[in-house]
């Protein structure tokens, strides 16, 4: 009797603990939902949109620097422009004197290639949504297609520019069964890629979201049509890139702003102007990473003196007739702390809780001067001075920048316009690639630009062995960061710095 | 609670009363059975024994007592029962009714129920779920009595067991109390870090670890020690299970080894009252020498010079500008402040502990009640502590008994406000710190104030890089609360008297931990627009666990020469987490200390955040023990694991282990060895699987963002999905050796070892961020883990005066990668160029632990001497006649070596310092380590133990050394930097000084040092005092003792502590670097321990 209760309280045992076991033992997360039970709605795209885009501002996990100040950190370190603050870092000393090693984090790109795979996320999943939620319409979801498609080959773009060869992933990582040791694609090929993502964009995406904040917050036509301007200026397509430029500046929804006393607060204070085509918008819940670094008084980057005494210069005779752009523009003067991203009412600084100055990405000047370059490669260069001098005007440049080149003279007019750019964009994160385009172009027939900047930027020792490295066209780009090389034998470094 | 008690009390006299309802419903025709009790020497009669009608299987149906005459009489319920008579100190009598309506019984003296209690006890070993004893054991274990542990001025356990063990390393995080500490058995079997073995109390599986998300207000999780707070005088052994067959039986968190602790239980006799006493004195010994204020402000300005060419400003930097006729910044910056000095104290602690043990024969109880406290030797660090535990044992009857456990504990525990990474900890800041910089602020006037003096910022930077250690030590907070009850209670029931016993274990544990910091304006000075100002943080996390274990032990009786013992044990485990914090800024004052207060809460530096997490597990096990002879033993099992961590393909493990022991000593051809004892090889065999470290992530999880776009919530894939992830298996393979002798007087214990891993769990695995995440978990490869270890316990000297007993344990571990994953680098760095770093390669095959880096020279005397020059020595000429000069890392970094700079070996003679350049250095692989110590007995009165630890053949970098004497920032340096190259000529073995830039510290030689040392770990003098003495005293026993740990270190090591990571090497790219500032500290205790 005892032995049978035993059998069965046993067996019953056994059966009971063997089903209910995986159910037992099958767990959800709380904090968030799982792939498997996303993408079942209409708003869930929305929100992984909107993802990508909050992902520009910082890295989710925190632990890598924003991208935006990867943006400036590439586009302006090695310009003549900026110089070290108390508070500079070895590796962004070193590369201002152009002594980047594979171990310098400023190599890193993995900020960039985040927000790539949340786009890629998107690209894959977003499609299956159809199948779930019936108010979904094809046309909905190409243009939030089109929106990170256009992010990801705008992320693209500054990889190229910035490393040239590079791994092209077009898929997204979602398990480790995606993972994969890519090999490098060549900038050529990965410039093909960007273009074809910026075409699709360009025929899907919306003109508008409706309200002027989010039209300058997200990616519209006009934004790809900047996008594309660039690209094509840097694959020497001047054609096309004119052709994107007019399209923008025929729309008739932007014009620059005028240059008066409220300039400064309604472009870069404020932002949103009617002169901004795409800009990252930081506010209260998530600050730029800019204040440390220009304001405090550990600041890590100041402005070099080159910058008043050159760029913009001084009206000796008339203190009150000077270039909007250059004090209380973009610098201080009194201490050439860099002015444009922590500035408030000039010389007053902003307090560090409101430090959210929106990070420019193109705005209607960009647009002007793009078209100005392309029209002087297609030797057009009476119009493209009418551009350059529209700017001009509109900030006050004094008669002494004024470089005043012959129309036919192509090299005067690329001087005059990389001169203005370097005005109009000081501290944008766009000096070094506007040189760096304009130095390579025809195999590097104007690799002077380059080396004239370089010899500014780099005193004392180090200047002569950076101008003999920049004049290596390898050591122009970036090494990859030594870890992706530990971790993925496929990669091959730039062979400059084997 | 007041309420409650009553509740409790009515609640139980309902029950009593139900019960006693019952019994009288019961209640059969009665008999009533009277007589006597008398004792056997005296005749006198016996007061209050107790008298007790039982069944068959010992159940007490009825009792009563005698009276003041010895008479008794009950009125029983079935005259086939027995009558038992009990009295404590008195040897019990079973007698059957038969009939009969009168009982004289005369009851002898004796308290053999006691002593049978204890023999038994201290000779099997239990592996937690079948008891065997010692000699037939087939697993590699070590065992630690109570008594040994006794002496050691520890608060906790582990802390007591630090190197006394062979194989066994246990390591502390850091001297502050309540520091965590980190257990290694057999060094590790995994590639990450932290591995700690599985603690089981009393049987049941005990929670170590906490939610990884949780940071308990910014404070390193390793600094987490509420976790194994047991008071180490309720503990009566503690057991090591150390191979694979043994493990095997805990299942998945089994794999890194075992700590079985049992605590102390009731015994029968009269109630025994014991009351232990420990104060302790800690000194912090002096740290490595630093500059003085005059020195340092001497070197910062050659340094600035050297490095940029031109003077340093002095008119913006006012720290070295030494003007008088500025009182406020000359008394602020022209001080000689030894900043660690100020921080220090004196430590002190004192344990009181109370236990109250006793029992009869049906109830047993052991009750304590500890108080710890202690002020560390850093200002501002603290921990209190009590606990409480009561185990009780009731047997109803010979087949049915049960138990309940319940232990409490409550410690408050200050601790030094962390900033957030270990470089900021208040000692590493206060060993960097500016010496010339004042404490306390000076004013205008050149008067000193009582504020303390925390600019925003200076020279040197600004928090939380620097700040004032002694306003952080004095002004801020940050404290962990937290509060722990485990309640276990078991139930075990004979099904089958003696053959079959079913055991059921259920433990619930409610620990509660709070952690409160704030970091107040004064302790950083920072302006109070920034969040760091005022920062108060609350954070609670709470673990609620409950642990099931149902065991079915069988011993069938089997013909003689047989025996077998077996188990059938299902576990199961749920285990959630539940944990929010808060964290904000900017409280009107320092004295609003809590985030209740109003405060800014919006910013990304600041959050509140919740977690919840949850881990289930089930295990079931067969194991069987069968033994012919007692001479061929063999132990094979099998067990069955599903985890919650896993997803369903790979959820399930089977992990089998047998083992087996073969007694050659009583073999037929061995009984000419007389001398002796047991002779025994041992070989083993067994699986064990690991469970992943985190919960679901087997799952794509999608999560938002701390912030919106233009008001819009987004959402990003936050991890990724580990689909592949597979139990990590670890093949276990032990041969052993027991060998006992002459009288028990030597007994060798050795075992070789070799632990496979397969399937090697790597967290954290960097993989190409193209990917969009820089790291996984993944399964990576297979790592062998292998070694030896011998253990010697003998007793060279036995007379009746004098007893010596001499311990030694020696042991050796390394750990061997077998195979790898392609995405596990091969190397951690590609090249040497930048300064302290060395390099490691991964060498399959090869132990790992080999340092590679450059081989220091000197220093460039002059000019001349940085001529390069080749292989015979002679000047390298260039094409053009023109002296040709050493450079650094051509023609990438391209620095030409100038005088004052450091040397290093042109290896290939190329006039160039590079890659090429980069030789062995040595290897951090320990050959030996182990621990030794005589014990001497003197008349049973006077004991004197002794005991050392020592490691021997490794080296490491003396990190210590390289950052003290680098001359590259503005932290303090060691004062060896005096004798630096200051002017052409100078011959000396420091390099220039030179702020942010140069080459002069490169990982090389010069800080590769022998570690190799001999520690005087501790000694302990202890006095029992005589019998005679203590009855007088109307004491049981009384003893007292002294206890002097880490007297001295003998070694040739220059760093401070060469005891750095025992651990030694886990991973491939380990370089074991000893960053400690000052030794371990001194200890000092007085101890009484006395029972009534």
Redesign the interface.
Known sequence: MKKKLLYIVLVSATIITGTSCNKWLTLQPQDGITRQEFWETKEQIQSAVTGCYASLLADPAGTDRPLPEYMFLWGELRSDMITGGFGVTNDENDLMTANVLPTNTLAKWSAVYKTINYCNTVVDFAPQVLNNDNTLTQTQLNAWLAEVRAMRAWLYFYLVRTFRDVPLKLKSTSSDLDLQQLAKTSGDSVLMQINADLAYADSNIVFSYGASATDKGRITKYTVKAMQADVFLWQDKYTEAAAACDFVINSGKFGLIKGDGGWFNTLYYTGNSNESIFELQYDAQRLNSFYTMFATNKQRFIATNYVMDQVYTIDLTNDQNYDIRGQGGAVRTSDNLIWKYVGFNYPSLRTQDISYAHWFVYRYADILLMKAEALIQLNRGSEALAYIYQVRKRANALVATDLNPSPADKNGLTDFLIAERAREFAFEGKRWFDVLRNSKRNSFERIDILINMTARAVLGPRQQSAINKYKNPDALYLPIYYTELLSDPNLIQNPYYK | MKKIFVKLIWLLALLISFNTVVSAQDAAPAVIIRGKVTDKKDKSPIVHVSVAETDKDGRIIKGTTTDIDGNFAIKISDPKNKIVFSYIGYKTIEEDIKGRTTINIILEQGSKDIDEVIVVAGKKTDNGNLSVNDKDLTIASSKIAAKDLEEMASASIDQALQGRMAGVDITASSGDPGAGMSIRIRGTSSINAATNPLIVVDGMPYETSIPSDFNFGTADDQGYAQLLNIAPSDIKEIVVLKDAAATAMWGSRAANGVLLITTKRGIVGKPVLTYTFQGILQKQPSSIPLLNGNQYSNLIPEEYMNATGTPLNTLNVKEFAYDPSDPYNYYNYSQNTDWLGAITQLGFAQNHNVSLTGGGQKARYFSSLGYYTNSGTTIGTSLMRVNARINLDYIVSERIRFATDIAYTFSDNPKSYYPGSAAQEIRNVALNKMPNMSIYEYNEQGIMTPNYFSP??NIQ??YPATYNPVAMANTAKNRVISNRVTPHFNLQYE?IPHILTARTDIQFDINSTKSNSFLPQIATGRPV??TSVNRAYNGDVDAFNVVTKTNLIFNPRLPEKHTLTSVLS?QTSDVKTVSNQVLTSNTASSLLQDPTAPSRT???DLNVA???A?????G?LINAQYAYLQRYIINVGLRGD???RFG?ST?YGLFPSVSTRWRISDEKFMKDFKFINDLSFRASYGQSGNTPRN??SF????????????G???????S??????RWEVIHGTNLGLNFIAFKNKINIDFNVYRNRTKNLLFYG??????????S?D?NVGTLDNQGWELNIISTPVKTKNWVVDFNFNIAQNQNIIREIS??Y???N???L??NGQYQAFLQINNPFGAIYGYRYKGVYADKNSTIAKDEKGAPIIGPNGQAVYMRFNYP???YLFQPGDAMYEDINHDGNIDYKDVVYLGNSNPKFTGGFGPTITFKKNLKISAFFNYRIGSQIINGTKMTTTNMYGFNNQSTAVLRRWRNPGDVTDIPRAMY?TGYNWLGSDRYVEDNSFLRFRTITIRYTFDNKLIKKLKLKSFSTYFTAENLATFTKYTGQDPEVAPRGVTGPFTIVTDVSTTPPVLQFTLGITTSF
Do not use: C, H
């Not at chain 2, 999880?701 to 233009?710: D, P, R, T």
């Not at chain 2, 819009?712 to 936050?718: C, D, K, R």
């Open positions: 925003a910022a930077g600004q099904i627009t920034e299902i919006q910013n990304t919740a977690g919840y949850q881990t289930r597990s089930v079931a599903g985890n919650s369903p959820r919960d679901y799952y794509n999880n999608y999560s938002n963002f701390g912030w919106s776009y233009q819009q919530a987004g959402v990003y894939p936050s990724i999905e580990l689909s592949n992830l695995l960097q993989i190409p961020t193209f990917t969009g995440y820089s996984v993944m392609p995405y680098p091969k190397q760095v590609t090249a160029t930048a990438t970094t391209n942010n």
